[in-house]
């Protein structure tokens, strides 16, 4: 087992989105890499109908003790990486707490309700201002825009997972999230994975 | 999909829970493996599948037709003495249930083991059935894993128990299990499995080579209840029941399956970890007796932590009682005094909300400002995302020409449900249209029932839906019961062309299996037609066509069958493809002054049109519109158009 030692035991992050945007991918990609690194790693996870459209949130519980339950205690997240600007909010609401670490993708992905005009979005300004209030560090970033610009929308969730290992707050690194994507991808699809997390880790940094 | 067959041992990986129970099974040899999609137990079937298109593997794994098939089949496997599995979601298993009874009456011969996955807090189901009451009621042993590393433990062992008892083990898992990832360290996958042969030719009652039945009934049943005493010995030593605490604890914390994993963070967030012991049950049926005494003698509190009904509660009391000469008189604490919840599933907040009274200790809260304004702040600023149909989905357009049907038909018509995706038509998504929802086939089976009351003045058109796969798991009886006894209904059967809401597993309407061989589809409106129903089809995203059929049929006596046929919008086939390019022709669209009143975002509400709240137009998401067209034929002003895609 291994000797390391996290900066929380266990460390709680949730990963959240709207059905559809690859949360579970991100999840099981850095569940994976901790998990190779011998850390005890809990995924809690659900989906089928009801996530049609709907929010959707993964918890990671990340030990170097023991496994721990596939579900956070209320208010006891310690990192927030977000698809969706509003799903950032819905799981403060639950889980935040003032020392919380939120990383989230600007892009909103409208509600039934918004679209058919029943319901009103807020505005950009607006969430970035109720994010930050509600946590210790708050990232932006327009992972959507730059994953297009990529070559696929879906490299949003690695510009995520990029920003995540950004921040340092878990033992995640660019040359463990290469070799698994090396069993994955080859050649141009590689490197779109490589460019979407450079740009997420840099992205961070640079704030 | 990893390649759980291909992990060498002792290696660890991040499995899922059914991912994991796949892996156990691989490792005790499993050879067959029957099932019905239902989550949260697909994947299991899924995986093994897709394992199985490998020739070198030697395992036939198949979706049938349903889950009481599916057990059939699996046993037969078992009769002529290979490894083998039947896997289902929980309501599935009440289907199956008929056969259950028989085949743990009558034995096995090779290990055979149940997996049924249960809902607690219907997550993806429509109920919270329970799994353990059915090892209790058909006299079976059951396993609940407590992990991961379990899951694949105990599967494994299941079949050894199988073989030692020669009865069918039922394993109880959970979605919080099932489709949560956690580390399991793999062990040995043997190389070769036994060969098939059914020993028919022996003495009627020899269990190796008689004929395999439940009678002589009072024979059978006790050779069935001396397997489970046999099983409930073995318990006693199983690994899978474990305990940590103090020797004496104040309070003996009795939980099984994830439930296990939450009451350890409980007890660890609370600080009482020398004040209660977790007793963790693996073996949950029959309870091991002496092993239960033992505990329950080291303290007089015992709490139980359980989802969703209290049945280790229940079963503990009555031991209790039973021994109460020797381990004297028990307070009680779970769900019969109120202090858990008898519904929804459990996790560490609810459980920290129980103990902490009990054990006299504080609650640790949460920075009760911080959670004001956090609350606040996602009241205003997330709106709700309501379940809804995905863009290009042909169930939409259905029930908009269901809707619009039964409306200017004018008789308060109404449509009975089953399970699907299409359930969701209970919901504004669906524009309401569905007015009961019941099981598989179930509003099929209702609708034969109203189109006979007729007799009491019942003067309202009658359907029911049901998707294509639903079709021939439970929908088909119903049908030939409305036609015998000449009901006056219409099925509308929604053909999205594969079992779509749990993946896209094929049905026997589809052309090829679960290992990927060409199969024989059978074909809905031809099964329908011989049957003796009137039968139309139609592409739900004509909505003139479909419409105008449907106000043919509910107006014509007897049974009618519409079918309508078109792919799930996420069908591999479908997927990023576009039929139609969309616009809004902003210069006819009409706005808030057409008179519409905006109905083809108001209500129609697909995610690819979106109210434009600048223009006060209607206008096409270009990355969210599926281009399946069919708006194009609700706008009244002609201002929604489409144009085929080359």
């Known amino acids: 087992m ?11 992050l949730i990963v959240t989105g709207v059905g559809g945007q690859g949360n ?17 790693v809990t995924i809690g996870e659900t989906f089928g109908a009801s996530q049609r459209g709907g929010s959707v949130m993964s918890h990671l519980r990340i030990s170097a003790k023991s496994s721990w339950s596939p579900q956070i205690p209320l208010g006891q997240a310690h990192m927030i990486v977000s698809m969706e600007p509003t799903e950032t909010l819905r799981v403060l609401k639950d889980y935040g707490h003032p020392g919380v670490t939120v990383i989230t993708n600007t892009r909103p992905f409208y509600p039934v309700g918004v679209i058919s005009g029943q319901l009103n979005y807020p505005k950009d300004e607006e969430i970035r201002a109720w994010i930050s209030e509600l946590s210790a560090r708050a990232f932006f970033l327009n992972a959507t825009e730059k994953a297009v610009e990529i070559g696929n929308p879906v490299l949003g969730n690695v510009i995520m997972a990029g920003a995540l290992a950004g921040t340092g707050e878990l033992p995640l690194s660019r040359e463990i999230f290469q070799a698994i994507m090396a069993t994955r991808f080859k050649d141009d699809k590689l490197r779109m994975n490589m460019e979407a997390f450079d740009w997420g880790v840099k992205s961070v940094k640079t704030e | 999909m990893t390649d759980i067959g291909s992990y060498p041992e002792n290696s660890r990986h991040l499995l899922m829970g059914n991912e994991a129970i796949v892996r156990g099974a691989l490792e005790a040899g499993v050879q067959m493996a029957a099932g019905y999609p239902g989550t949260p137990s697909s994947e299991i079937i899924e995986n093994l599948a897709a394992l199985s298109k490998d020739p070198s593997r030697k395992l036939y794994v198949e979706w049938s037709v349903n889950e009481k098939v599916a057990l059939e089949v699996a046993s037969s496997a078992s009769f002529a003495g290979l490894k083998t599995m039947a896997v289902m979601k929980q309501p599935g298993l009440n289907v199956a249930a008929d056969y259950l009874l028989h085949l743990s009456g009558s034995g096995v011969r090779g290990p055979m083991v149940l997996v049924s996955a249960d809902d607690p807090g219907a997550l993806s189901s429509v109920n919270e059935g329970e799994t353990r009451h059915y090892a209790k009621l058909m006299e079976v042993p059951l396993l609940e894993p407590g992990d991961f590393q379990e899951a694949k433990d105990m599967v494994k062992w299941a079949f050894e128990l199988s073989d030692i008892i020669r009865n069918l083990v039922l394993v109880r898992t959970v979605t919080r299990l099932s489709h949560a990832s956690g580390t399991v360290v793999m062990g040995q996958i043997p190389e070769d499995g036994n060969k098939a042969f059914f020993k028919h030719n022996g003495f009627i009652l020899d269990p190796n080579e008689g004929v395999i039945m439940s009678p002589p009934v009072e024979y059978k049943h006790s050779e069935q209840q001396r397997k489970l005493k046999q099983a409930a010995e073995l318990f006693e030593t199983s690994p899978f029941n474990t305990y940590e605490g103090p020797d004496k604890p104040e309070l003996l914390l009795i939980t099984s399956s994830i ?11 609370l600080g009482l970890q020398d004040r209660v012991g977790i007793l963790k049950i693996g073996t949950t049926w029959p309870l091991p007796r002496n092993l239960m005494q033992k505990h ?23 031991l209790a009682a039973e021994l109460a000469g020797d381990i004297g008189v028990k307070q009680f604490f779970g769900k019969k005094d109120g202090r858990l919840p008898m519904v929804g599933e459990m996790n560490p907040d609810k459980i920290m909300a129980a103990l902490a009274p009990i054990m006299n200790v504080t609650l640790p ?4 400002a911080y959670a004001a304004r956090a609350n606040a702040v996602a009241f205003g600023g997330s709106p709700h995302r309501e379940a809804t149909f995905c863009p290009g989905c042909p169930h939409r357009a259905s029930f908009f020409t269901l809707n619009t049907a039964l409306t200017m038909d004018n008789r308060n018509g109404f449509v009975c449900g089953d399970i699907g995706c299409y359930s969701m038509a209970v919901l504004p998504a669906g524009f309401s249209t569905l007015k009961t929802l019941h099981a598989m086939g179930s509003g099929t089976g209702v609708a034969s029932g109203f189109g006979k009351l007729s007799l009491f003045g019942l003067d309202q058109p009658v359907l029911s839906v049901c998707g294509d ?10 049908l030939v019961n409305a036609i015998h006894n000449q009901s006056d209904m219409t099925l509308v059967v929604l053909d999205n062309s594969g079992t779509a809401m749990t993946g896209f597993q094929p049905h026997p309407g589809i052309g090829h299996d679960a290992m990927g061989q060409t199969a024989h589809s059978i074909d809905i409106p031809s099964v329908c037609r011989a049957m003796g129903a009137e039968v139309r089809v139609c592409d739900p995203f004509d909505l003139e066509q479909s419409r105008d059929t449907l106000l043919e049929l509910i107006d014509r006596k007897g049974v009618n069958v519409l079918v309508l046929k078109q792919a799930c919008a996420l069908s591999p086939e479908k997927k990023s493809t576009k039929r139609y390019e969309m616009k809004v022709d902003e210069a006819v669209c009409a706005g808030e002054t057409c008179g519409c009143n905006r109905l083809c975002t108001r ?15 209607a206008r096409i998401d270009e990355v969210t519109c599926a281009g399946c067209g069919f708006c194009a034929s609700i706008c009244p002003r002609h201002a929604i158009q489409r144009k085929e895609v080359a």
């Not at chain 1, 291994?2 to 460390?11: N, S, V």
């Not at chain 2, 439930?259 to 967030?269: D, I």
């Not at chain 2, 329950?296 to 359980?306: G, M, P, Q, R």
């Open chain 1, 24 to 40: 579970v991918m991100t999840s099981r990609a850095v569940g994976n890499m901790l998990s190779q690194l011998g850390l005890h």
């Open chain 2, 365 to 368: 809260q949460r920075d009760m």
């Open chain 2, 296 to 318: 329950l003698a080291s303290t007089d509190k015992i709490f139980f932590v359980e989802e969703v009904l209290p049945f280790l509660e229940e079963e503990v009391k009555i």
């Open chain 2, 469 to 478: 796969s639903t079709f021939f798991h439970s929908a088909m009886p119903p």
């Open chain 2, 603 to 617: 209500i129609f509400s697909c995610p690819g049109l979106v109210w434009d709240k600048e223009s006060k137009r």
């Open chain 2, 259 to 269: 439930c296990s994993l939450y009451s350890r963070e409980a007890v660890h967030l």
């Open chain 1, 2 to 12: 291994t000797h390391m030692t996290l900066k929380a035991d266990p460390f709680n």
